[in-house]
């Protein structure tokens, strides 16, 4: 016969007590109340004990933001007690800065007991302020100057737009992980881009892509601003990526010889040898990019239409613009039917046929 529980008299399960009243003794979790949550106005992060916690990127744009600021806040303010412990929130009451939840506690008190649920009702109390990121940008706050432009020539609409998007992805993929990872200010003039970074980590790898994606020339330099709170110096970094003359669809001579911009990238330039009629791909550590030239834009090229196409003589092509009539070897459009329309381009006073993809 097992001994009473020494609080209710029913038979002891445990340490000399009933299952009820261990459970008593021995609560779920333990959580205080009323609760302050104070959140920031601008982005919604959640203030707690260490500095701010970020909300994820889908909570931060959802239609109601405290379901996701509670579950923050009490992470750091329910301290669990129990084994196998699940908390769920229950909204019970709601006015404007205040919000009363009920929490349910399900768990073991006791690895050799069953589980059981426990309710407590919490007061949760809203206030409002402006974390630290928020407060660095409403500031003007920057660490780094990314300066983009190109040699001789203004950026194009794509290239202003490709640049742009990589830096707003770039710093978005390190919300929540880097605390100055932000864009204090974007400018634009007819030299380029001008970018204002709150953190020095994020322009060095935005830097880093953009150079290699670009096979662009990279310089940079340090300017001294001040100093910390222990007297050490602190520098503001400026790094200027020079993207090449040629871009996109331009047209260079590479040994001599004339060729269009295909593709460039983290595998090198791959370019249309306009003579051979075929690809190739360099980087800059190869012979053959010490011989690169520029020659004219993408925008010299024409457009022709085929108008003539028999087997063993030349195919006639037509300027779209001047209407005059250009012979060409027949192997270099042997897919092409009469009425297509392809391209061309008068380099060095001699006339290219433009590859057709």
């Known amino acids: 016969m097992k001994a009473p529980c020494y609080l209710c008299g029913e038979p002891a399960s445990l340490d000399g007590l009933c299952i009820d009243c261990y459970n008593k003794e021995h609560p779920l979790i333990e959580v205080s109340t009323p609760l302050t949550l104070v959140a920031c106005k601008r982005c919604g992060s959640v203030k707690i004990p260490g500095g701010w916690k970020k909300l994820t990127l889908e909570d931060a ?20 007690l129990g084994q196998e412990i699940e908390v769920i929130i229950e909204e019970e009451k ?14 073991k008190s006791h690895q050799d007991l069953p589980a059981h649920e426990e309710k407590y009702n919490v007061e949760v109390r809203f206030s409002y302020g402006t974390c630290d990121t928020c407060g ?5 706050y920057y660490e780094a100057t990314l300066q983009v432009r190109a040699d ?27 605390d100055k990872a932000f864009v204090t200010k974007i400018s634009s003039d007819r030299y380029g881009l001008d970018f204002q970074l709150g953190s020095n980590h994020l322009c060095q790898s ?8 670009y096979l662009a020339e990279r310089k940079q330099n340090y300017k001294l601003v001040g100093q910390d709170k222990v007297g050490k110096d ?15 669809g331009d047209f260079v001579k590479v040994l001599g010889s004339p060729c269009q911009v295909m593709a460039m990238g983290k595998s090198g330039l791959t ?27 993408k925008d010299e090229k024409r457009e022709f239409m085929v108008t003539t196409k028999v087997h063993g003589q030349p195919i006639q092509l037509m300027d779209s613009k001047t209407f005059e009539i250009r012979d060409i070897d027949e192997n270099n459009l042997e897919t092409i039917d009469v009425g297509n329309i392809v391209y061309g381009v008068f380099l060095e006073d001699e006339f290219y046929l433009l590859p057709t993809e």
């Open 206 to 213: 935005i830097a880093d892509f953009l150079e290699s994606q």
């Open 94 to 107: 709601r006015l404007d800065k205040v919000l009363h939840v009920a929490l349910r506690a399900i768990g």
């Open 271 to 297: 370019c249309f040898d306009l003579v051979q009629r075929q690809r190739f791909t360099m980087n800059p550590k190869s012979s053959k990019w010490q011989t690169l030239e520029y020659l004219a834009s």
């Open 234 to 248: 602190k520098f503001r970094i400026t790094i200027l990526i020079r993207l090449p003359r040629f871009g996109l």
């Open 61 to 80: 744009n959802s239609e109601d933001l405290w379901p996701h600021q509670l579950d923050i806040l009490l992470d750091s303010e329910v301290k669990p």
């Open 136 to 140: 660095m940008m409403s500031g003007g």
């Open 152 to 178: 001789g020539r203004q950026l194009s609409e794509d290239e202003e737009e490709d640049i742009v998007r990589t830096v707003t992805e770039m710093t978005v993929a390190q919300y929540g992980h880097d």
